[in-house]
């Protein structure tokens, strides 16, 4: 073991000195997690908010059915008109549609977090809400306010340019409505019955058809949109129906649904559970998979695996020294990894997450050793691997050209944590990677106590295919015609 030592200390003083080592090995883990999360949400919520403020055509055929329901649909669906003393309100406490979004349906307790997070009194600030609307009797939930201060911005024709005369009952009606749709000139189409009027007036209930491109963002936007309108439209209709008969305001509502959250894992916790083991795995074997190959195949390709081989040293020593840094690589990457996206959940752009669990992602620390102790099996099944592979190559390129195919294989089972429904028990216990997965994602979640006797089969097991495939290594290393394949 001394000369293995010796061994270790003089391959990762090499890789240490290797600035590509470096950067796969430190920079890489560290940012690219935070700066691909924060790319990828800033992107889309970008376009997200970029597509809601763009005005929008919305077509409504059968005004003339019932011209009050239109009116009332054009005067909620322009925001100048709609929600700009509410929007004005709101931003006087920093508050945009952004942060409303993301409390939206998490309960009344999200919405009082989100408001002292950002230092507002809640009872000052639903005081000015109820003036603003104007309406002592609005519920000032955080949809609610959303719905009312940010309408959808729809400008509402009545018929088409090309088609002035459209009816339902052309032979060619949807046919030129998908066509409206799919060259931009409408986002979606309401029609509205020619007994909607009636069926209002005699307190009964109207049918109104949107009509909408699936594969449209602008006109799945639309439908959103259009659904919130005649959702408020309708709630108010109930109320002065109830109201004109003397009824109590729970009359149309006799069983009413409120969801509040057990006192455990929150949203934090299970983005962290499902995102955390498939970055462990990833950056596990990325992070062994280029000091293997320079330490096997780069070697072979610099002429320096010939003078190591006449040192005064075991062929198992040097298997299990370089073994060591490449083990050593993968556990330090896969460790970054973990730290980095922890600290982008907390305390970078995704913190806000915080807000809807009210806690912050932490576990004890039988949970952070039992981790590790998944981990390093794991690491050492990568290593052992990449390493057996960058030996038998002949040169740099060709060990890249090995692990690609490999680096397939250990990405799509460690999904299996992201996949909804996929359960640790003996069975996937006993399948490689996808047990640790699994195995990581229970320990994240607070479900250690569940699953001891799961963890112990998944170590050993692990455990036993690492040292098959570090003895296969060595038996490796050791074959001349493996050293110096021409």
């Known amino acids: 073991m001394n000369s293995a030592w010796t061994v270790f200390r003089k391959e990762l003083l090499d890789v240490m000195r290797d600035r590509r080592t470096l950067l796969f090995m430190l920079v890489i883990p560290t940012l690219s997690i935070p700066v691909l999360m924060w790319i990828t949400s800033g992107a889309m919520t970008h376009f997200l908010e970029k597509l809601a403020k763009e005005k929008v055509d919305v077509l409504v055929l ?3 059915h019932d011209p009050k329901l239109v009116d009332e649909l054009r005067q909620r669906s322009n925001p100048e008109k709609a929600g700009n003393r509410l929007a004005k309100v709101l931003e006087q406490y920093g508050l945009g549609e952004k942060e409303l979004a993301l409390v939206k349906g998490e309960g009344k307790e999200a919405f009082v977090r989100l408001l002292k997070k950002k230092n507002v009194d809640p009872k000052e600030f639903i005081g000015k809400v109820m003036d603003s609307v104007n309406a002592r009797d609005f519920d000032a939930t955080a949809s609610n306010i959303a719905t009312q201060a940010f309408p ?11 088609h002035p005369d459209l009816s339902p009952d ?12 799919r060259t931009d000139e409408i986002a979606a189409v309401v029609e509205i019955p020619k007994d909607s009027m009636k069926k209002i007036k005699d307190e009964d209930t109207t049918r109104i058809t949107i009509r909408y491109l699936e594969t449209s963002d602008r006109s799945t936007m639309a439908l959103k949109g259009l659904k919130r ?18 009824l109590p305001e729970g009359f149309a509502a006799p069983i009413e649904i409120r969801a509040e959250r057990l006192p455990g894992p929150g949203l934090l916790v299970k983005l962290m559970s499902q995102f955390l083991p498939y970055m462990i795995l990833i950056f596990s074997f990325l992070g062994a998979l280029y000091p293997a190959i320079d330490l096997g195949a780069g070697e072979k390709e610099r002429g320096t695996l010939e003078t190591l081989l006449v040192a005064p040293v075991s ?48 576990f004890s620390a039988t949970e952070a050793i039992t981790a590790i102790v998944m981990i390093i099996p ?15 190559a002949k040169s740099f390129k060709e060990g890249q050209a090995y692990a690609s195919p490999l680096q397939m294989i250990i990405i799509l089972p460690a999904l299996v944590s992201i996949l909804p ?10 399948i490689p990677i996808v047990n640790v997965s699994l195995a990581l994602k229970e320990i994240f979640t607070g479900n250690l ?6 963890m112990a089969l998944i170590f050993i097991s692990t455990a036993v295919v690492a040292g098959l495939l570090l003895w296969f290594a060595a038996w490796w290393f050791r074959r001349e015609q493996v050293l110096f394949r021409s």
């Open 229 to 246: 309108i005649f959702k408020s439209m309708s709630k108010r209709m109930a109320i002065e129906r109830i109201k004109a008969h003397g």
């Open 152 to 162: 959808p911005n729809f400008r509402i024709i009545t018929k088409l340019d090309r």
């Open 315 to 362: 062929r198992l020593s040097l298997v299990l020294g370089k073994f060591g840094v490449v083990l050593t690589a993968a556990l330090v990457s896969s460790l970054l990894a973990t730290v980095s996206l922890a600290i982008s959940l907390q305390a970078g752009f995704l913190s806000d997450l915080s807000v809807l669990s009210g806690e912050a992602f932490s």
């Open 421 to 430: 429904g996929v359960k640790l028990d003996w069975m996937t216990a006993s």
């Open 449 to 454: 106590d569940q699953h001891w006797a799961h």
């Open 170 to 181: 052309d032979d060619d009606y949807k046919d030129v409505l998908l066509n409206a749709v």
């Open 62 to 64: 059968g005004q003339q």
């Open 378 to 392: 794991i690491s050492c099944i990568f290593s052992a691997l990449l390493l057996a592979l960058s030996i038998f």
